[in-house]
């Protein structure tokens, strides 16, 4: 791409115009979704039960070509419940392997902190690899492979927290906040027409389109000084000055992380080049999961999100 050309961003603003008739208040949830899409990576989103978590998924699996399926975790939930399993077959006289609900381009893997650690450790083979080893043989999974899990930051009964491995598997990790009185109106009369008219959904965006989208997302150009700014904003996580509050600081995926969502947000809004704006507005949700604070951060009711925050406040875009 020259350099004062736009990248074509193409049908992709229809898929986002789309999600955001469907999903009011969530303009931030639906741009996360699109990042996650264009980088390749997986989303994590929380928040409080009835924030529209599944619905935001199942729209967008509507928006975009491609196999869908949904995995609601429980505590008894197995590996090969989520991987497949080899099948006996009487008539064939051997085993056969039944793909399971990993095996589709989008997933929705709701309240995946009620899945148990082995199943965590499952996912973690297939989001970080996009492969899935069962008996002895690896299965690579559909190109592209997306991953969007849900998870309800208010319940702990039956809950099995993330693994800091498993978290730093997730592109983003998004929280949601209860919506004001006006949104919430809006959320009504929307429920209410809807059950009048259901939207009718957009022409569904290719496998081949969003294989071009993702490589102009990717060919954005991110200057030196704006590399920069992103090592500088992970280096503030292991500085001594942070030691009383970061117990574990961001490992280099987290630059790597960040560099990615800043140019897939860069294409998102219409520009072939990243701004500093798009690295400090995606930070935070790239940033805050992939760090451990110190109990005693903590216990001054200090969160991850709080420190990146303080973070983007020092440290000088340019």
């Known amino acids: 791409m020259s350099p004062d050309a736009a990248p074509p961003v193409g049908d992709l603003i229809g898929v986002k115009d789309y999600l955001e008739q469907g999903l009011i208040g969530h303009g931030v ?13 997986h989303v994590l989103v929380e928040g409080a039960p009835g924030l529209a978590k599944t619905r935001a998924v ?16 429980t505590p008894d939930l ?34 995946i902190n009620r899945a148990p650690p082995k199943v965590q450790s499952a996912l973690l083979e297939a989001m970080a690899e996009a492969q899935v080893t069962s008996g002895g ?5 559909p190109d592209p492979f997306m991953v969007v899990a849900t998870q309800n930051p208010i319940e702990h009964e039956g809950t099995f927290p993330l693994p800091e491995a498993q978290l730093d598997r997730f592109l983003l990790h998004v929280d949601l906040a209860l919506p004001d009185a006006q949104t919430e109106r809006r959320i009504l009369d929307l429920v209410e027409s809807e059950q009048d008219a259901p939207p009718a959904a957009p022409r569904a965006l290719s496998l081949d389109a969003l294989h071009a989208a993702r490589r102009a997302a990717m060919a ?11 090592v500088r904003l992970v ?26 969502a800043a140019k897939a947000r860069a ?48 440290v000088d875009p340019l």
């Open 137 to 141: 043989e690896t299965r690579a999974l």
């Open 58 to 73: 199942r729209w967008l699996a509507r928006a975009v070509d491609g196999s869908f399926a949904r995995i609601q975790c």
């Open 267 to 314: 294409f998102l809004h219409g520009r072939d080049h990243a701004l500093p704006e798009d690295v400090a507005e995606v930070a935070t949700d790239a940033l805050s999961h992939r760090l451990s604070l110190t109990w005693r951060a903590r216990a001054e009711g200090r969160s991850p999100r709080d420190v990146i925050a303080d973070l983007l406040g020092r």
């Open 29 to 41: 949830l639906v741009e996360r979704l699109l990042i996650g899409l264009l980088a390749g990576g």
């Open 220 to 230: 954005v150009h991110l200057a030196d000084p704006l590399r920069d700014y992103i």
């Open 78 to 111: 197995l590996p090969s419940d989520v991987t497949g399993t080899p099948v006996f077959r009487p008539d064939r006289g051997g085993f056969e392997f039944v793909r399971g609900p990993v095996f589709h381009n989008l997933v929705l893997v709701d309240e």
């Open 235 to 260: 280096m503030a996580t292991r500085a001594e000055a942070m030691q009383s509050e970061i117990e574990h600081a961001v490992s280099p995926r987290g630059s790597l992380a960040l560099a990615a």
